[in-house]
């Protein structure tokens, strides 16, 4: 067995092991990078406050256009990995979101600057989006590779929770300072150098096993449709969560629940799900097995339906837990079926349209729902929520009418 293939043969085994603990570190280190894109988050009233003449919808930007170039990176990066290494791709990301987040410490005239050096930093962080699923299916698979993605999940959402909370401590003494975060990209460059391995995702040596092992090349391209459903399935996962993160301060205000703090705070409970959903999935999946990803959508349904029949800020949180746990389990499962799904050396392929589609879920929901509460002639906060319960309902009973997850699982999963 390669080096590079030296973890996966024990498919049932701990993940946290002496053994594993320097790719592991690796892959946290970019784990905890590719959530880099909204450090600046808690720094957007006063950057606008600097440039006064600014248009208000530019200087939000900052935080958002980022989420333009990770779509562009990561379908660029996800053909380019089937013949570039892991440590290349890394060191290019964290490389990216170093440079993009550091030279504003430096130069800061105007917005355009500052939205030019978030786009630098979106790109990276969308390399690194797309090259985390596949760095962690070349050494791990089974129940380690799903027990490590949720892993992957859960740091990803807890160190962005740290890493805001930070951001707005630094920011008390200027939007500039909350810039020095970006300081943290270099020592993960050093950590990805050293510790992630010089492969790619597949050695020319263990090709044609591969291919002969492949689920895809077993059944020829019977089960596209798979994918395809699974990109889908996680397009809508980011759609619908995203209204959270648009209309959830307008609800809390509109019925006198609180003020922007209190929506920070509800939305601490959504992105807290992610941590205790990713250290718990395999766990879910034993318990739920076929029906986890109709129980996902489930979860958000009854969260969209807490939020249009109650007025209570104790259940706006824990409809957000509900909504956040179901997108968690969608994002900790996709990955992984797609890693079962697809061949090794067109994984990060197919990773990078996940990663893509998802960037577009989450910057189309915004008009989408609005279109479609104009269309039903309802005020765009009750027409946003009343949309995730339909199409997250829908969707449930479909995926569980038709029992998708177990198809694909009877076919697809080993181990």
Excluded at 49 to 77: C, M, Q, R, Y
Excluded at 116 to 144: E, K, Y
Excluded at 363 to 370: E, G, L
Aim: glycine share 10%.
């Amino acid at each position: 067995m390669s080096e590079g293939n030296r973890t996966s043969g024990d498919v049932s085994g701990r993940v946290f092991t002496r053994r594993n603990l320097g790719i592991l570190a690796g892959i946290m280190a970019l784990a905890v990078m590719s959530r880099f894109d909204s450090v600046i988050s808690p720094s957007v009233a006063a950057i606008q406050a600097s440039f006064p003449h600014a248009d208000p919808s530019t200087v939000e930007s900052v935080v958002s256009v980022g989420a333009s170039a990770a779509i562009v990176s990561a379908l660029l990066f996800g053909q380019l990995m089937t013949w570039m290494r892991f440590r290349t791709a890394g060191c290019i990301s964290c490389f990216c979101i170093a440079l993009g987040g550091l030279l504003p410490l430096f130069i800061h005239d105007n917005v355009n600057q500052l939205l030019a050096f978030a786009l630098v930093v979106g790109f990276g962080v969308g390399i690194t989006t797309t090259i985390l699923p596949s760095l962690s299916a070349r050494f791990f698979r089974g129940d380690r590779l799903a027990g490590l993605m949720g892993v992957v999940l859960a740091v990803q959402d807890g160190s962005s929770m740290l890493i805001l909370a930070l951001g707005g401590f630094l920011a008390k003494g200027g939007w500039l300072h909350n810039y020095w975060l970006y300081l943290l990209a270099l020592p993960a460059l050093i950590m990805v150098f050293f510790l992630v391995p010089n492969v790619g995702t597949v050695e020319e040596d263990e090709a044609e096993t591969y291919h002969s092992d492949s689920p895809t090349s077993e059944v020829g391209q019977q089960y596209w449709w798979g994918i395809a459903s699974c990109v889908l399935i996680g397009f809508l996962s980011i759609f619908l969560v995203a209204v959270l993160y648009n209309k959830l301060a307008v609800y809390i205000t509109r019925y006198g629940l609180g003020d922007t703090g209190a929506a920070g705070l509800a939305l601490m409970f959504n992105t807290g799900s992610s941590v205790v959903i990713g250290l718990s999935i395999n766990g879910i999946r034993r318990l739920l097995r076929e029906w986890t990803i109709p129980a996902a959508f489930a979860l958000m349904s009854v969260g969209a339906i807490l939020f249009l029949v109650t007025r209570s800020f104790p259940l706006v949180c824990l409809s957000a837990f509900l909504v956040g746990s179901g997108s968690a389990i969608i994002m900790a499962t996709c990955p992984f079926l797609l890693s079962n799904l697809t061949s090794p050396r067109r994984y990060p392929l197919v990773m990078g349209i996940f990663s893509a589609t998802t960037s577009l879920g989450f910057t189309t929901s915004t008009w989408a729902f609005k279109g479609l509460s104009g269309l039903l002639d309802l005020n765009p906060v009750t027409g946003s929520f009343a949309g995730m319960l339909v199409i997250s309902l829908v969707a449930a009973v479909i995926l569980a009418a038709t029992r998708f997850q177990r198809r694909m699982e009877t076919h697809f999963i080993k181990g």
